[in-house]
């Protein structure tokens, strides 16, 4: 399962601003763009506003393909009723002209920026503040980290889960190194940050989500305190794998170790890494029959596969029950035992795609001689991690044997 997370604070803002060359405007009637967003803000209605979006339309510090998420969640959770908005001014650029505009609602006035195109399009609405962060990591100094760890867990649906504890809280969580950073279940964690969330998983868009302050997470004698965690409905996974899921376990979590993962005796075993990625327990319990190296593409590791004699670059993700080819691949293959599923990802959407079987799929030295694959449009990972990604592969991959894996290295096993 894979995103990224772009943190956006809805938080109006409040500042008088005097630009230069800028003159009062005359009143009379609003562009037709300001008027749609306003009856888009009264009625939570996106589609009202989504037209006058310029192609051009971006929110600062915002990737540009989940500005229009970032403004829809904005739309459908805005917390005032707008009853009157007054141009105070407008400055004709180059290009675009920009609006200085007066929100009124009773007695609470907000002065928001508002950009137009030349054909009346909004090319930037300023209407909340963002920021480009990521929630507050944990305070290391003040975790634990074992230097060996052995944690059981059980298979739901083809998917790990294990038990941790956040604040004296204890559930399964879904180990899922697709995932940037710890999630939270919203249905158990629900936040009182002013802070909202927007990111992309492998079925479209996230949205809805926030930040939940995290004072202790417990998984064994791995603890981490002090630090913030993403929240998002993941009831649809619950559903999916029929058993409450309190959150995800992700690659933030599972970075400092070598992880070795024993689908057999469905264990998963953490072995702490030095800063040079070197194994400071025993390790013989993790002697590879072979190395194969990797890149990394934001938090995924990328490896090289072959099929068919050409290079296949795919990610490695734990939460993937069944292996993605993206489908521009599917022109020159040819699945065998061929059926129709959904895919459903991080994103609570939905999609009914093909899948098949690979003969002669390679990863490393192993050529497997069938795995199961859906072909999916993943061409938004690929634009998220700017990096070239044609696939993915889970567990239809790691549960075939004993596999570890070291990020400080770049490095996945093939143990013995």
Same mark, same amino acid.
């Given at each position: ?14 500042? %008088?601003?005097?630009?230069? +060359? ?5 009143? @009379? ?13 009264? *009625? ?16 600062? +510090? ?5 500005? !229009? ?23 004709? +650029?180059?290009? %675009? ?8 609602? !009773?007695? $609470? ?7 137009? &195109? ?24 003040? *975790? ?13 649906? $083809? ?14 969580? #879904? ?9 939270? %279940? &919203?249905?158990?964690?629900? *936040? ?8 992309? +998983? ?17 998984? @064994? *004698? ?19 794998? @029929? ?27 953490? #072995? ?50 069944? $292996?993605?080819? =993206?489908?521009? #691949? ?29 003969? @002669? ?7 497997? =001689?069938?795995?199961?694959? #859906? ?23 790691? &549960? ?17």
């Amino acid at each position: 399962m894979r995103f990224l997370i772009v943190c956006l604070c809805l938080v109006c803002t409040a500042c %008088n601003m005097n630009h230069k +060359g800028e003159e009062p405007a005359k009143q @009379g009637e609003l562009p037709a763009a300001i008027s749609a967003l306003q009856e888009a803000l009264n *009625s939570h209605n996106y589609s009202q506003i989504e037209s006058f979006l310029d192609v051009e339309y971006q929110v600062p +510090g915002v990737p540009a393909n989940l500005a !229009g998420p970032v403004l829809q969640q904005v739309v459908e959770s805005y917390p005032y009723h707008i009853d009157t908005i007054t141009i105070q001014s407008k400055e004709h +650029g180059d290009k %675009n002209t920009t609006y200085q505009v007066e929100f009124e609602s !009773g007695d $609470n006035k907000r002065k928001h920026t508002l950009i137009l &195109s030349p054909n009346g399009h909004f090319v930037e609405i300023d209407i909340f503040r963002t920021q480009s962060q990521q929630p507050k990591e944990p305070q290391m100094q003040e *975790s634990t980290l074992p230097v060996q760890m052995t944690a059981p867990f059980i298979l739901a649906n $083809n998917l790990m889960l294990t038990e941790a504890t956040v604040n004296d809280t204890t559930g399964y969580f #879904l180990v899922d190194s697709g995932a940037p950073s710890l999630i939270l %279940n &919203s249905r158990y964690f629900i *936040s009182a940050e002013n802070i909202s969330v927007a990111g992309m +998983g492998v079925s479209g868009a996230i949205t809805n989500s926030s930040v939940y302050p995290v004072q202790e997470f417990a998984w @064994g *004698s791995y603890i981490l305190r002090d630090f913030q965690a993403i929240t998002m409905d993941i009831s649809h996974i619950e559903s999916a794998l @029929g058993k409450p899921i309190s959150g995800l376990i992700s690659q933030q979590q599972l970075q400092p170790f070598q992880v070795i993962f024993d689908y057999q005796n469905q264990e998963i075993t953490l #072995l702490q890494l030095d800063d040079q990625g070197t194994i400071l327990a025993d390790a013989s319990n993790a002697k590879p029959r072979e190395v194969i190296s990797f890149s990394m593409a934001a938090h995924l590791p990328v490896i090289s596969c072959m099929y068919q004699n050409k290079i296949l670059k795919m990610a490695l993700d734990t939460g993937a029950e069944v $292996n993605l080819l =993206d489908d521009n #691949l599917m022109e020159n293959i040819v699945f065998e035992d061929v059926q129709t599923d959904t895919l459903s990802g991080a994103s609570k959407e939905r999609t009914e795609i093909q899948s098949g079987n690979l003969r @002669g799929f390679q990863v490393g030295m192993q050529t497997y =001689d069938t795995m199961r694959f #859906l072909a999916s449009d993943i061409s938004h990972l690929t634009t998220a991690t700017n990096e070239h990604i044609d696939g993915l592969i889970g567990y239809q991959f790691l &549960s075939r044997q004993k596999t570890a894996i070291n990020y400080i290295k770049r490095e996945l096993y093939i143990l013995e």
